[in-house]
């Protein structure tokens, strides 16, 4: 195992690199993890933190109230985890939050995870608000990270002000370009919002073809209560289908259908104008489950098969119950065998059916 990077200890000192604390554990591929639909799972999200510096609107309340930070799994324990997922056939990790590089220490977790790329493991990525991307793009391209998704969905200061509440979008823009100055492909993750972003599409997608920065499109989904006492009817008032957008794109650029796939649910398109790569995420509008390959692991080390579904296996409990991975690993593959088939998000009858009371925040973005 490679010591971590020079200068990547976090503030307030004293934590050792992960590497060089977490236990040793076999690296022995083992049978890959399908599902009940004979689909294979090589894909994990990992929730590393509940916390944020934003608080978007569409994700979250104002006034969120947090874990407990000693209900964390800690970083080691993450390690764990992960590692065991890959062993089983894992072969994409993407770390998420909340927003994860608020996480103390969280570089000693990258650098960690480096030791299993190429070892079973073809990529590690993130998706982050972009906040803390000036600071940590240097020791995360070091640590492997070649990809990073940012969430940005309006290039207009007081609206990303508005939005996100606490977010200054200057700083975003800085992150951007330290993650391409440290040579990593970034995306735009950018939520379609009804009577918010509608008259910024061409904005966004012609600022992202000068930026050469890919960019997709996500349907604002049912997920938490954000304190305003809707019941989802906030969701259904910012829902904007990804149809009717594409179809907006298609009236200035010519779409050309890609068979292109990056292990997630998008699907994409090419203007042919530009020749950019244009991504919808569609869990509305077009149920993309039959080839869904990826489940969601909470900072808590609870694992959710479906972001649509409540059902969710705690592997907690076998982590610290053994030094062993078995448990861990058992546990891993009946929770597997109960991943559903779909989700339930539904607005066509306009109210927001299958919404799960769970936040974004905590399932992981």
Not at 149 to 163: A, C, G, M, Y
Not at 300 to 324: F, H, I, K, N, V
């Amino acid at each position: 195992m490679r010591p971590a990077a020079r200068g990547s200890m976090p503030r307030g000192g004293g934590v050792p690199p992960l590497s060089r604390r977490a236990p040793a554990h076999s690296f022995a591929r083992m049978e890959p993890l399908i599902d009940p639909f004979a689909r294979r799972i090589d894909y994990l999200r990992i929730s590393v933190t509940d916390r944020c510096d934003f608080r978007c609107t569409y994700c979250m309340s104002e006034h969120m109230t947090f874990l407990p930070k000693r209900d964390l799994l800690t970083l080691e324990e993450l390690d764990r985890l992960c590692s065991a997922f890959v062993r089983m056939g894992v072969r994409k990790l993407r770390i998420t939050g909340g927003e994860p590089l608020v996480r103390r220490g969280i570089m000693t977790f990258f650098e960690a995870m480096s030791r299993n790329l190429g070892a079973g493991l073809d990529e590690l990525t993130l998706t982050t608000n972009g906040s803390q991307l000036d600071r940590f793009a240097q020791p995360l391209a070091a640590a492997g990270v070649r990809r990073v998704n940012v969430s940005l969905d309006t290039l207009d200061p007081e609206k990303f002000k508005t939005i996100t509440r606490w977010g200054a979008l200057p700083k975003v823009l800085r992150g951007i370009d330290a993650a391409r100055a440290a040579g990593m492909r970034v995306k735009i993750n950018a939520v379609a919002l009804k009577g918010f972003n509608e008259a910024e599409l061409f904005d966004l997608t012609d600022w992202a073809a000068r930026e050469d920065l890919d960019l997709t499109f996500i349907e604002v989904m049912p997920m938490g209560d954000m304190g305003d006492g809707t019941d989802g009817t906030l969701r259904l008032d910012q829902y904007w289908p990804l149809k009717d957008l594409r179809a907006r794109l298609a009236e200035r650029y010519t779409l050309t259908e890609l068979a292109h796939r990056t292990g997630g649910p998008a699907r994409y398109v090419r203007l042919e104008e530009t020749g950019q790569q244009i991504g919808f995420i569609t869990p509305l509008t077009h149920n993309f489950c039959e080839s869904c390959n990826r489940v969601r692991l909470t900072c808590t080390g609870q694992l959710y098969m479906c972001l649509g579904q409540e059902d969710m296996a705690d592997l907690r409990a076998p982590l610290r119950a053994s030094e062993s991975d078995a448990p861990l690993e058992d546990a891993i593959r009946t929770a597997i065998a109960r991943k559903p088939k779909g989700h339930d998000f539904d607005y066509s009858r306009q109210r927001a059916d299958g919404q799960v009371s769970r936040h974004m925040s905590h399932t992981g973005g």
